[in-house]
Structures are given as structure tokens and as C-alpha cells.
């Protein structure tokens, strides 16, 4: 299994501006979590982050205003807009739109996230570091995050509009399609041939269905499992990846694949074979989308996937 691969999830490069500088300089990476306090995680605001002025409608790339050069020492996050919608919760999905300033000049970089240049949403999770500037921060809010330099990155300022939530229980969540499943053939070795429908659109949300039963245990979130798999692309039917090609199954984390992988195991018994559609977004993004180079980006994917065993993952 390409494990580094999957377990990338496609997150617009953007997003790890936000990651960039959140954490403290020398401290060891936390690891994230699916709970905790996300509003004691987030940055503290400052002279720098209060310094910034914005105008305009919450949704729509923002006007940034400060004195430039803006002195930034710290990651500091100052509320300029509070939203009346939910609040984020760990664990939960975030649609934002973003805007970044360069700290020294005051010029616009360049906004992501609103209208024609959607991004995907993030998962905030207490340790990921994004955590430091979304905070418990409800929807509607507009957020001024100030970044000190680090290595070839000079400070800039951050704008962010929370723009909506999915919580992370109904991110890619399987759904009922009306789109023909693809057909599975299995040669004697149980080694699955797919078999995509001709001339049909691919459905937009993760499907999934239960080729054999399972009656093992039930694979639990973060579980450490040993599957068989095979994957291929919708749009072709070429396999990209399989361990049944290998002979040799792959082990890892729910936690470490992408999302539409992910709830192909999670749930389900070992033994059970699991066949599952997953569209661009719960997989490797949209083509075409700022810093991802995925060979897979812009694809849905169909897996087969064999659960072999599962374990508690005593490293979470």
C-alpha cells in the first residue's frame, strides 16, 4: 500500500499557511486530536493582530488595513468579526475563505475561498496547529492572524472568514446513490477485478457497500487495521494501487488515509469485504487546486477493500 499517499489528505496549500508559524518555534509537533479545548488553543490576541482593520461582507475577500511595515514577533489572532452561527468543535470541518497580506508592504497576496476560488474545507483538531487560529470561533466570524517570518516565508497577516461547519462524524459520511454501483469479480486467490458502469456519473458523495459480511470485531476509530485492497479510477478503470497485486497486505491507522478510505473501515467487522466510491473531495481534491500535486487529485476513486484484523492504535 502506498501508505505516504494515502495518508496525505488534500488540503489546499493554503491551508498550511496556516499551519506555518503556529507553533512554537523548537516545540515538539502535538498530535492532533479529535477532542479538547479548542478554545484554549487558540492564539492570544496582541498589538499586531489588534492593529489590523477590516472591511466588507463576511463571504466576500475582505479589505485589510494597517500601518505597514506591521512589526509581527508572535502568532497572534484577534476575533474582528463575531459570528453568530454555530461554534467549531474538535474534530469538526471547516469552510473558510482566506486572505493574506504580506506584513512588511501591506500587499495582498491573494484571497482563496470565496466564490470562484472555493478550497476545501479543513479538519480543526486540538495539536494540528490551525487549531491556534480557528479556535472555538463560530460560524460568520472574520479572524486577523499575524504570522512572525520563518525561513523564506516573510510575516504576513492572515484573514480568515468562517464561513460553515460539517462536524467530523458527517464528513464524507456514506450516502444512499441512485448511480449504479461498479460490478466486482473475484479471481481464486480473492483477488477483486473492478469493473466501472459505462457512460455514468460518478456519484458526488462516498457510497458504499457490503460485499461479504464480516464477523470479527467491529473496527473502531484510529484502530490500527490489516487490509487486502485494490483501487482504481473512475474515470478509466486503471488500478492505481493494490496490495492483492503485492501479495502482501498493508497495516495502518484509520486515522492516517483519506477520508472516503477511512469510512470503508471504520464501523465495519473484520472479515467483511467493503466495496466504496469516493469522490474528489474525500479523497485527493479537485484537480487543478493551488498545491495539489497529487497524480490522483480531481479523481473518484472506487477501493475494494478486505479487513483482515484490527487493533487499538496505542500510539493516539
Do not use: H
Request: glycine fraction near 12%; hydrophobic fraction near 40%.
Amino acid at each position: 500500500m502506498r501508505v505516504r499517499s494515502l495518508a496525505v489528505l488534500s488540503i489546499a496549500a493554503v491551508a498550511a499557511l496556516l499551519l506555518a508559524g503556529c507553533s512554537a518555534a523548537g516545540a515538539p509537533a502535538a498530535s492532533p486530536s479529535a477532542s479538547g479545548d479548542l478554545c484554549a488553543a487558540a492564539a492570544a490576541p496582541g498589538t499586531a493582530s489588534d492593529a489590523v482593520t477590516t472591511s466588507g461582507d463576511i463571504g466576500t475577500a475582505p479589505t485589510v488595513t494597517f500601518t505597514a511595515p506591521l512589526a509581527v514577533t508572535a502568532v497572534q489572532r484577534t476575533v474582528d468579526v463575531v459570528g453568530t452561527g454555530p461554534a467549531i468543535k474538535a474534530g469538526d470541518y471547516v469552510q473558510y475563505g482566506l486572505t493574506q497580506v504580506a506584513a512588511d508592504t501591506g500587499t495582498v497576496a491573494g484571497s482563496v475561498g470565496y466564490g470562484n476560488a472555493p478550497i476545501e474545507p479543513v479538519q480543526v483538531a486540538v495539536g494540528s496547529g490551525i487549531d491556534q487560529a480557528f479556535g472555538c470561533a463560530t460560524v460568520g466570524s472574520r479572524i486577523v492572524v499575524t504570522q512572525p517570518g520563518a525561513q523564506s516565508n516573510p510575516p504576513r497577516v492572515l484573514v480568515i472568514d468562517v464561513l460553515g461547519i460539517t462536524t467530523g462524524d458527517s464528513w464524507c459520511a456514506p450516502a444512499d446513490t441512485t448511480v449504479p454501483f461498479p460490478s466486482v469479480a473475484f479471481d481464486a486467490s480473492g483477488a477483486p477485478t473492478i469493473t466501472i458502469p459505462a457512460n455514468t456519473t460518478p456519484p458526488t458523495a462516498v457510497a458504499l457497500e457490503t460485499l461479504t459480511p464480516g464477523n470479527g470485531d467491529v473496527v473502531q476509530p484510529g484502530d490500527n487495521v490489516t487490509v487486502n485492497y485494490t483501487g482504481v479510477k473512475w474515470s478509466d478503470g486503471s488500478v492505481f494501487d493494490s496490495s492483492w497485486a503485492k501479495g502482501d497486505p498493508a497495516t495502518f491507522p484509520t486515522s492516517g488515509v483519506i477520508a472516503g478510505f477511512r469510512r470503508a473501515l471504520e464501523g465495519q467487522k473484520v472479515g467483511s469485504t467493503e466495496l466504496v466510491v469516493i469522490p474528489p473531495v474525500c479523497g485527493y481534491g479537485p484537480a487543478g487546486q493551488s498545491g495539489n500535486t497529487s497524480p490522483l487529485a480531481g479523481e473518484t476513486l472506487v477501493f475494494v477493500v478486505n479487513i483482515i484484523s484490527t487493533a487499538p492504535n496505542t500510539q493516539q
